[in-house]
């Protein structure tokens, strides 16, 4: 596997933390989002999305709250949500670490990304009534593939 490419000098990393405690399962329908600063990897503050302004909702750009981070960091991510990150040019980095920091030293560090559920139906282990298959454990009993993003 590839090492995610790093953010340049004192970039913004962006962190999906919805409980402000751990790190967020599902970047796409988080609201609430650490900021932390890459070269000192302290945290440098916190963001609150508005339900229009989730990330799943659509709209993305340097306009945005998130438009300053160069790097999102997030348990998982839709592939539709990732591709739209990487051509804004943010880095999607999918964090096995349930820390928020942990998950930005992680990164910084070299860490491999998680293997991570893609959404849209890649997984059909469900049934119809589930939408994908992100946002859960992907040690429950079946297999995943890995995600074209990584």
């Not at 348990?75 to 943010?90: E, K, N, S, T």
Request: aromatic content about 4%; charged content about 20%; some cysteine.
């Amino acid at each position: 596997m590839n090492r995610p490419s790093m953010p340049t000098p004192a970039a913004c990393i962006a962190v999906a933390s919805q409980n402000r405690r751990t790190v967020t399962g599902h970047a796409g329908r988080c609201r609430r989002f650490r900021l932390y600063d890459s070269i000192s990897r302290a945290p440098i503050g916190e963001i609150e999305l508005t339900p229009e302004q989730v990330l799943h909702a659509g709209g993305f750009g340097p306009e945005h709250p998130l438009g300053r981070a160069q790097v999102l960091i997030a348990a998982g991510f839709g592939p539709g949500l990732a591709r739209r990150l990487q051509r804004g040019g943010v880095i999607c980095y999918a964090s096995a670490a349930d820390d928020p920091s942990r998950a930005v030293a992680d990164y910084l560090d070299g860490v491999p990304p998680a293997v991570f559920p893609t959404a849209g139906g890649d997984c059909d282990a469900h049934g119809a009534e589930a939408h994908g298959c992100h946002g859960h454990d992907p040690q429950h009993g079946h297999p995943h593939p890995l995600s074209k993003e990584q």
